[in-house]
């Protein structure tokens, strides 16, 4: 099992910029894909980007494309989400996951961590 702590939210005006990062324990990280959502109050929890175990391959959720970047270090168990021109929009709760790849989609496990609020005021 994979525990997860994210952090590196906070408060930002809308064109801003934010990076954050999960901290993963546990020797498996780094076989692991894993993936950023998000949940915005009143709403269901959204996939937001993905990358492959070995940080080949990434996706992310149309609305995010061109602003975010996600990343991994494998030798600090660490993942990261660079966010830029960042939007109202944006404003949830963001979590990161380690999940698995089948036919190219990515499903999360069950193991979620607390969590970082993101809150882009306009």
């Known amino acids: 099992q994979v525990q997860l702590v994210e952090s590196g939210g906070g408060l930002v005006q809308a064109g801003g910029s934010l990076r954050l990062s999960c901290a993963a324990s546990?020797?498996?990280?780094?076989?692991?894909?894993m993936a950023w959502y998000r949940q915005a109050p009143g709403k269901q929890r959204e996939l937001v980007a993905s990358?492959?175990?070995?940080?080949?391959?990434?996706n992310y959720q149309d609305s995010v494309k061109g602003r975010f970047t996600i990343s991994r270090d494998n030798a600090k168990n660490t993942l990261y989400l660079q966010m830029n021109s960042l939007k109202p929009d944006d404003t949830a709760v963001y979590y990161c996951n380690a999940g698995t790849y089948y036919a190219s989609r990515f499903f999360p496990s069950d193991q979620w961590g607390p969590g970082t609020q993101v809150t882009v005021s306009s």
């Open positions: 990358i492959s175990d070995g940080g080949g391959s990434t």
């Open positions: 546990g020797s498996t990280f780094r076989f692991s894909p």
